[in-house]
């Protein structure tokens, strides 16, 4: 009966999907580490908990060791350690190795979360991805660009989701970007190539190192796309049939990325682009489950419940591969610009088109804020037999469904 720590420095919903799919596998003792009280768990999950303790501050390893270590004096030895977030997990593997604990090491977790050193570790394996460069002083933007040419896009070096990310198309871009973040060596900032063409994402399982499963994804348009253009809602569409030779590219690539990375065990999610010349780039990598319902949508084109195959995993090292049985999608209810939500227009005839195809939404409240970003306040998920049903469908979602904002 192993003993299994979550940390979870927030209750978001997603992530306590997570949480309870390990808390219902059998023989799991589970304990939770949080920065949030235990009285915000739902009261049936609390009731599933061998243990909890809380911490000032939910990413710090050392206030996550110690935790570890209270944990301990009441569950007994700790087996596995895990969590969800892309910024839990350089301090997640510190913590299992001052433990002696198995999972992924400080190094490779290291290769996932900084995006520089993982585009550098790329590049040295012959692995297509961005020219970058991290840039510590104005000057090493500008010797950068000199090699790229514009558009350059800028990120946080540890970013996730697209947050803090800029697209720079002339000097005077560079100019206004460098006067109002000036990057420094305490501060740095990630200076890449600005890819174009198509974008997806590859979202696998490694076992003993090897690509056991995927599934794939097409973005439409781009994230970045959606944030530099507030009119544009965003959609992700997963295709039923992913063995086709249109997809051989990225899976040669893919499993080699992961293993000069790193990954031994574990579910990656990576995101590439499939340039204008049919080429594949490697954009990001997280060694974590991936965000935005994605695990939702796999769920349900795979007919399985990834939010307690992902816990099995980590706990067990064990998968059992599904079949792709459907195609799914989802489309992000966003409204233009920033502001509450005033009205909801469409809902009606999206209705009548597509409901057939809708196995999970989100609408949004009159009077909720929406968040910046390119999720939106909102989602309607599809899903249907035929991968062109549901591509027609997300675009008739965004068409008809708009969301007003005062």
Same mark, same amino acid.
Not at 172 to 193: G, I, K, Q, V
């Given at each position: 009966?192993?003993?299994?720590?979550?940390?979870?420095?927030?209750?978001?919903?997603?992530?306590?999907?997570?949480?309870?799919?390990?808390?219902?596998?059998?023989?799991?003792?589970?304990?939770?580490?949080?920065?949030?009280?235990?009285?915000?768990l739902p009261p049936v999950l609390r009731s599933r908990l061998a243990a909890h303790w809380r911490v000032a501050d939910?990413?710090?390893?050392?206030?996550?060791?110690?935790?570890?270590?209270?944990?301990?004096?009441?569950?007994?030895?700790?087996? #596995?350690?895990?969590?969800?977030?892309?910024?839990?997990?350089?301090?997640?593997?510190?913590?299992?190795?001052?433990?002696?604990?198995?999972?992924?090491?400080?190094?490779?977790?290291?290769?996932?979360?900084?995006?520089?050193?993982?585009?550098?570790?790329?590049?040295?394996?012959?692995?297509?991805?961005?020219?970058?460069?991290?840039?510590?002083?104005?000057?090493?933007?500008?010797?950068?660009?000199?090699?790229?040419?514009?558009?350059?896009?800028?990120?946080?070096?540890?970013?996730?989701?697209?947050?803090?990310?800029?697209?720079?198309?002339?000097?005077?871009?560079?100019?206004?970007?460098?006067?109002?973040?000036?990057?420094?060596?305490?501060?740095?900032?990630?200076?890449?190539?600005?890819?174009?063409?198509?974008?997806?994402?590859?979202?696998?399982?490694?076992?003993?190192? #090897?690509?056991?499963?995927?599934?794939?994804?097409?973005?439409?348009?781009?994230?970045?796309?959606?944030?530099?253009?507030?009119?544009?809602?965003?959609?992700?569409?997963?295709?039923?049939?992913?063995?086709?030779?249109?997809?051989?590219? @990225?899976?040669?690539?893919?499993?080699?990325?992961?293993?000069?990375?790193?990954?031994?065990?574990?579910?990656?999610?990576?995101?590439?682009?499939?340039?204008?010349?049919?080429?594949?780039?490697?954009?990001?990598?997280?060694?974590?489950?991936?965000?935005?319902?994605?695990?939702?949508? @796999?769920?349900?084109?795979?007919?399985?419940?990834?939010?307690?195959?992902?816990?099995r995993l980590m706990i067990y090292d064990e998968f059992r591969v599904p079949e792709r049985r459907w195609s799914t999608?989802?489309?992000?209810?966003?409204?233009?610009?920033?502001?509450?939500?005033?009205?909801?227009?469409g809902l009606d005839q999206a209705q009548r088109e597509i409901g057939a195809l809708v196995v999970e939404a989100r609408?949004?409240?009159?009077?909720?804020?929406?968040?910046?970003?390119?999720?939106?306040?909102?989602?309607?998920?599809?899903?249907?037999?035929?991968?062109?049903?549901?591509?027609?469908?997300?675009?008739?979602?965004?068409?008809?469904?708009?969301?007003?904002?005062?």
């Amino acid at each position: 009966m192993p003993n299994v720590i979550f940390v979870v420095p927030f209750f978001m919903e997603t992530t306590l999907r997570f949480v309870e799919g390990a808390a219902l596998l059998p023989g799991v003792r589970l304990g939770v580490i949080s920065q949030d009280p235990s009285e915000k768990l739902p009261p049936v999950l609390r009731s599933r908990l061998a243990a909890h303790w809380r911490v000032a501050d939910g990413l710090d390893a050392q206030m996550i060791l110690d935790a570890v270590r209270t944990l301990q004096t009441r569950m007994g030895h700790v087996d #596995r350690l895990i969590g969800t977030l892309e910024q839990l997990q350089v301090p997640l593997a510190e913590v299992r190795e001052a433990l002696g604990l198995p999972g992924v090491n400080v190094e490779t977790s290291r290769n996932f979360r900084d995006k520089a050193r993982m585009k550098s570790v790329l590049h040295a394996a012959g692995i297509p991805c961005a020219r970058h460069r991290l840039v510590e002083r104005a000057e090493q933007a500008h010797e950068l660009i000199a090699g790229t040419g514009y558009p350059v896009v800028v990120k946080p070096p540890a970013g996730a989701g697209a947050t803090g990310t800029y697209r720079l198309a002339n000097d005077a871009d560079l100019r206004r970007y460098l006067e109002r973040h000036a990057p420094r060596p305490w501060h740095p900032a990630l200076f890449e190539e600005f890819m174009t063409g198509e974008e997806h994402s590859f979202d696998s399982v490694v076992l003993d190192g #090897r690509v056991v499963w995927h599934s794939i994804s097409r973005y439409t348009p781009t994230p970045l796309e959606v944030i530099e253009n507030p009119w544009m809602q965003w959609c992700v569409h997963l295709p039923r049939d992913i063995g086709t030779p249109e997809f051989d590219a @990225i899976r040669a690539v893919a499993g080699r990325a992961l293993t000069v990375l790193g990954l031994e065990n574990g579910l990656a999610h990576m995101e590439w682009f499939r340039r204008p010349d049919g080429s594949v780039a490697i954009s990001e990598v997280g060694a974590r489950p991936p965000g935005a319902q994605f695990t939702s949508l @796999i769920s349900y084109a795979c007919e399985m419940d990834f939010y307690q195959a992902w816990p099995r995993l980590m706990i067990y090292d064990e998968f059992r591969v599904p079949e792709r049985r459907w195609s799914t999608g989802a489309a992000y209810l966003r409204g233009q610009g920033h502001g509450r939500v005033r009205v909801i227009d469409g809902l009606d005839q999206a209705q009548r088109e597509i409901g057939a195809l809708v196995v999970e939404a989100r609408l949004p409240q009159i009077g909720e804020l929406q968040v910046a970003g390119y999720e939106g306040a909102g989602y309607v998920m599809l899903r249907h037999g035929q991968s062109d049903v549901v591509a027609r469908g997300l675009r008739r979602a965004v068409e008809l469904i708009q969301i007003r904002l005062d």
